[in-house]
Nanobody, 117 residues
Framework: QVQLVESGGGLVQPGGSLRLSCVVS????????MGWYRQAPGKQRELVAV???????NYADSVKGRFTISRDNPNHTIWLQMNSLKPEDAAVYYC???WGSGPFGSWGQGTQVTVSS
């Protein structure tokens, strides 16, 4: 069974930065395209950043130029570096498989990001 453990969220002022981490176990991590999703209260979960097994990346327009996704295959870890944070970036952030077969059947607990002065 796949387990995903996200961490690194917190409270940050507008314009600040955070770095999220996600450790994945129970899957052949290196072959999967992975992504960061977020869900704000009252909104649907959205995919904001994707990284393929080969390291190619793709971003939602709302975060392009501010967020950077990266991965470490041997350690089954992906990161999301978030800079120039805005109040509208506040959400619970989750990692999971992206594109192709879609998300794994299970989700982690997510990590809360709050952007407020």
């Amino acid at each position: 069974q796949v387990q995903l453990v996200e961490s690194g969220g917190g409270l940050v002022q507008p314009g600040g930065s955070l770095r999220l981490s996600c450790v994945v176990s129970g899957s052949i991590f290196s072959i999967n395209t992975m992504g960061w999703y977020r869900q704000a209260p009252g909104k649907q979960r959205e995919l904001v950043a994707v990284i393929t097994s080969g390291g190619s990346t793709n971003y939602a327009d709302s975060v392009k130029g501010r967020f950077t996704i990266s991965r470490d295959n041997p350690n089954h870890t992906i990161w999301l570096q978030m800079n120039s944070l805005k109040p509208e970036d506040a959400a619970v952030y989750y990692c999971n498989r992206a594109w192709g077969s879609g998300p794994f059947g299970s989700w982690g607990q997510g990590t809360q990001v709050t952007v407020s002065s």
